[in-house]
Nanobody
Framework: QVQLVESGGGLVQPGGSLRLSCAAS????????MGWYRQAPGKERELVGT???????NYAGSVKGRFTISGDYAKNTVYLQMKSLKPEDTAVYYC??????????????WGQGTQVTVSS
């Protein structure tokens, strides 16, 4: 029902900044939660941060103070602003969202992922 597409990944030097976007296609009547996850080579997928409906975002300790989740709800887009990037932030970043579509159908969707590489 709802498709998510991440974008904005790329190569950045340590200490640099990058902003990822997660755009949702299709109408959404209720968005319960959105989250950003990442998976580094040979590692398990880990939670970066979540934004629950009606509450402020939560962040993993490793990114707290450096990453910020925000949204442009008119565009059905959520962002992950990453600052002070470290080589250990290198990973494929995924967004996830669940809720109800405009037709009333429940959805729980994942994006395809976008690569972030932090290297000099």
């Amino acid at each position: 029902q709802v498709q998510l597409v991440e974008s904005g990944g790329g190569l950045v030097q340590p200490g640099g900044s990058l902003r990822l976007s997660c755009a949702a296609s299709g109408t959404i009547s209720r968005l319960n939660v959105m989250g950003w996850y990442r998976q580094a080579p040979g590692k398990e997928r880990e939670l970066v941060g979540t934004a629950f409906s009606g509450s402020s975002p939560n962040y993993a300790g490793s990114v707290k103070g450096r990453f910020t989740i925000s949204g442009d709800y008119a565009k059905n887009t959520v962002y992950l602003q990453m600052k002070s990037l470290k080589p250990e932030d290198t990973a494929v970043y995924y967004c996830n969202a669940n809720g109800h579509s405009g037709s009333g159908v429940r959805f729980d969707s994942w994006g395809q992922g976008t690569q972030v590489t932090v290297s000099s």
